[in-house]
């Protein structure tokens, strides 16, 4: 990317230190550009926040698939070339997850906040901002809002006002479990399908075993919601015992499926398999895959203690939900991610609609370089929709009756001219996406 000619009016306030507020402030430091990144932490913590440093990541410590024939892992390529910090984060410190990409989160988040922090361009302050008055938006080029799901109060109330009402819905984290508490004679080590190294332990299940657990999951006790908080969930990570809801078989079909996984003791794929994946390099924790919950804290120690070799399971950290904030964004936002009442302010990563890790980091590096070209007085020439980074944000321009949270997938993208079965289909998705993606990051470079 070019870099600006004058520095003296060139200061931009990226608000929210997550992974979307941390690549947004990054790709404009590393434009030529000066950044005030303002992050409340660690002067005050969301529910959900616990670790002074930037880009904590608060679920799992996954970001998904690497395979090029899926829509993230094409997202993830395409950011890879245009310097995204997320992913050189997540390249450094990486742990064995089969294909997908997963990190030590603490060595994650420090290492962005150490080549955040060591930037010259970049002065990081810790304290809530509360209000974006006129005078704060007169001190600065540009400001780029990344505050995250959990938006501060004070923030939400000025961001509901700027967008004319909001939307929200729950968010739930899974639970995670020491080592050394589990009964590892009665799991085994494999990924699906046999591909790659043996990354995953695995909980073989029978019918008896999966029933009896699905069945107190339906009767469990859950958290109340407060009476202001309508109860709507993200159809991509629904609390596990809404799923179990939904039908005797649902949770078979989804986290617990057993497809592509043998026991090596009975020499036969399993009734239903609860996978965990490694938390960090060391394997010494452990994060029950797709166990995204809103039970009480009494009932998850309880339940998921019943699943074999989880009786005397440690829970390092147990699940819980939060609010997720985002706003409706085809109505509000212009398609530079600008609002549309105030086009200096523009708004990067889950607050716009885009979900998950690696689209909340992609929604503020692309904030970062379309507030670059901006101020640079330069046409900016976006993303062709073929690709996966076109593909999201042009999600956010779509109207539809019922805005809700969305994860890349095919299904955003530009439908294929001639009907193909699956597994040609994505690489006719893929195939299509990359020859695009090279051709747009020829012209804008």
């Avoid at 069945?215 to 179990?244: R, S, Y």
């Avoid at 829970?315 to 939900?321: D, E, M, T, V």
Wanted: charged share 25%; aromatic share 8%; hydrophobic share 40%.
């Amino acid at each position: 990317m070019d870099k600006p000619n004058r520095q003296d009016v060139t200061k931009v306030l990226v608000v929210g230190g997550g992974l979307a507020g941390s690549e947004a402030a990054w790709r404009l430091a590393q434009s030529g550009f000066s950044v005030v990144l303002i992050d409340m932490k660690p002067e005050k913590f969301s529910p959900a926040h616990r670790e002074p440093d930037l880009a904590e990541l608060v679920c799992s410590n996954s970001l998904r698939s690497e395979d090029l024939l899926t829509g993230v892992g094409l997202l993830k390529w395409e950011m890879r070339f245009l310097g995204s910090l997320v992913l050189e984060a997540a390249d450094k410190t990486r742990v064995p997850a089969g294909k997908a990409l997963a990190v030590d989160r603490k060595l994650f988040a420090r290492y962005i906040t150490s080549k955040i922090e060591t930037h010259p361009l970049i002065s990081r302050k810790c304290y809530e901002l509360t209000s974006l008055q006129d005078e704060l938006l007169e001190q600065f080029s540009a400001i780029i809002l990344a505050p995250g799901p959990l938006v501060s109060s004070s923030l939400a109330k000025e961001l509901k006002d700027l967008s004319q009402g909001e939307l929200y819905f729950y968010d739930a984290i899974a639970p995670i479990v020491s080592a050394d508490s589990l009964d590892l004679s009665k799991m085994f080590w494999a990924s699906r399908y046999a591909e790659g190294k043996k990354d995953y332990l695995n909980i073989p299940l029978t019918r008896e075993d999966y029933l009896n657990f699905v069945n107190e999951l339906k009767n469990a006790q859950k958290v109340i919601p407060k009476e202001f908080e309508k109860e709507l969930h993200f159809e991509g990570c629904l609390p596990i015992e809404e799923m179990a809801k939904r039908g005797e078989m649902t949770l078979a079909f989804g986290p617990l499926k057993p497809v592509g996984l043998v026991d090596p003791k009975t020499q036969k794929q399993p009734f239903a398999v609860v996978q965990l994946r490694p938390e960090n390099k060391a394997k010494t924790a452990f994060n029950l895959v797709g166990f995204q919950t809103k039970l009480t804290y009494p009932e998850q120690k309880r339940i998921f203690r019943m699943l074999p070799g989880l009786e005397q399971a440690e829970f390092l950290r147990l699940g819980s939900i939060h609010r997720n904030t985002f706003i409706n964004a085809p109505r509000v936002l212009n398609s530079d991610l600008s609002l549309k009442v105030k086009p200096q302010i523009h708004l990067a990563g889950q607050i716009t609609g885009v979900e998950g890790y690696v689209e909340s980091a992609a929604c503020g590096l692309m904030a970062g370089i379309i507030v670059s070209y901006k101020l640079q007085r330069k046409k900016f020439l976006p993303p062709p929709p073929e690709t996966s980074l076109g593909a999201l944000l042009h999600y956010l321009q779509i109207e539809q009756k019922n805005f809700q949270p969305s994860n890349i997938h095919f299904g955003l993208f530009p439908p294929l001219v001639k009907k193909l079965k699956k597994r040609e289909r994505k690489q006719a998705y893929s195939k299509r996406a990359q020859q695009k993606f090279r051709e747009w990051l020829e012209q804008i470079q």
